[in-house]
């Protein structure tokens, strides 16, 4: 883990806050009990836990995709437990970028037309030099006109970096990024995730990972077990 920055980070933005959450099953077991959890801008906090432990409920809840029997969530100020699910899609959407296990990406696109795909949703104009840029961010913007299919595993979960942080998201979630990919590709997928939040760009990074060499490249370390988080 790097140096912690929670002195430096007094008074930071916290685009990302999250109060005494819960979530509770038909059965009654809850998969998350009270969680608290603030991220601030510049920020990249990895959330450790083994498989089962809560971390990709806990990464669906803040985004909005589940909501909690209990607690809330504000992205940049709005509480998107308090809205209807079309706003939560709209925040979710404008508001933050989503990385996930595998890429996600289409197949029949290439990786500039994947990233202009979701800023043109966003009606963002001068997509295709935003999507480009983006790629030349996480370096690889050799790959513009290439396909998933033509792509290494590496290189496709580094275009859907591009594609979360493209138009200006200060929120990037990723949900156990490097889960599909050898030693020297996760490596690589920590630096990049690193690099975009020290950047200058204004934003801040939630990972999940059950990788002890995560801890290598993030600011604060939270432990998730049994759907408690905890600080280390």
Same mark, same amino acid.
């Given at each position: 883990?790097?140096?912690?920055?929670?002195?430096?980070?007094?008074?930071?933005?916290?685009?990302?806050?999250?109060?005494?959450?819960?979530?509770?099953?038909?059965?009654?077991?809850?998969?998350?009990?009270?969680?608290?959890?603030?991220?601030?801008?510049?920020?990249?906090?990895?959330?450790?836990?083994?498989?089962?432990?809560?971390?990709?409920?806990?990464?669906?809840?803040?985004?909005?995709?589940?909501?909690?029997?209990?607690?809330?969530?504000?992205?940049?100020?709005?509480?998107?437990?308090?809205?209807?699910?079309?706003?939560?899609? @709209?925040?979710?959407?404008?508001?933050?970028?989503?990385?996930?296990?595998?890429?996600?990406?289409?197949? !029949?696109?290439?990786?500039?037309?994947?990233?202009?795909?979701?800023?043109?949703?966003?009606?963002?104009?001068?997509?295709? @030099?935003?999507?480009?840029?983006?790629?030349?961010?996480?370096?690889?913007?050799?790959? @513009?006109?290439?396909?998933?299919?033509?792509?290494?595993?590496?290189?496709?979960?580094?275009?859907?970096?591009?594609? @979360?942080?493209?138009?200006?998201?200060?929120?990037?979630?990723?949900?156990?990024?490097?889960?599909?990919?050898?030693?020297?590709?996760? !490596?690589?997928?920590?630096?990049?995730?690193?690099?975009?939040?020290?950047?200058?760009?204004?934003?801040?990074?939630?990972?999940?990972?059950?990788?002890?060499?995560?801890?290598?490249?993030? !600011?604060?370390?939270?432990?998730?077990?049994?759907?408690?988080?905890?600080?280390?």
């Amino acid at each position: 883990m790097l140096t912690s920055k929670r002195q430096d980070l007094e008074g930071v933005a916290h685009p990302l806050k999250a109060n005494d959450l819960h979530l509770s099953y038909v059965k009654g077991d809850e998969v998350l009990t009270g969680v608290d959890l603030v991220l601030h801008t510049g920020e990249l906090i990895l959330v450790r836990g083994v498989s089962g432990s809560g971390k990709t409920t806990l990464l669906n809840v803040l985004s909005g995709l589940l909501s909690p029997s209990r607690g809330t969530v504000c992205i940049n100020g709005v509480d998107i437990t308090k809205v209807s699910e079309s706003q939560r899609d @709209a925040i979710r959407l404008h508001e933050m970028g989503m990385v996930f296990q595998h890429h996600g990406l289409v197949p !029949d696109f290439t990786a500039r037309e994947n990233i202009e795909l979701v800023l043109r949703a966003r009606e963002i104009k001068n997509s295709a @030099a935003i999507a480009m840029g983006a790629l030349e961010e996480v370096g690889v913007a050799e790959l @513009a006109d290439r396909r998933p299919a033509e792509m290494s595993g590496g290189q496709a979960q580094r275009v859907g970096i591009a594609r @979360a942080i493209a138009g200006g998201h200060r929120i990037v979630l990723a949900d156990e990024p490097t889960g599909q990919l050898d030693r020297a590709n996760t !490596d690589m997928i920590f630096k990049v995730l690193r690099h975009i939040v020290t950047d200058g760009a204004d934003r801040a990074v939630l990972l999940s990972s059950h990788d002890p060499r995560a801890c290598d490249y993030v !600011d604060r370390v939270l432990d998730m077990e049994d759907g408690v988080l905890e600080e280390v």
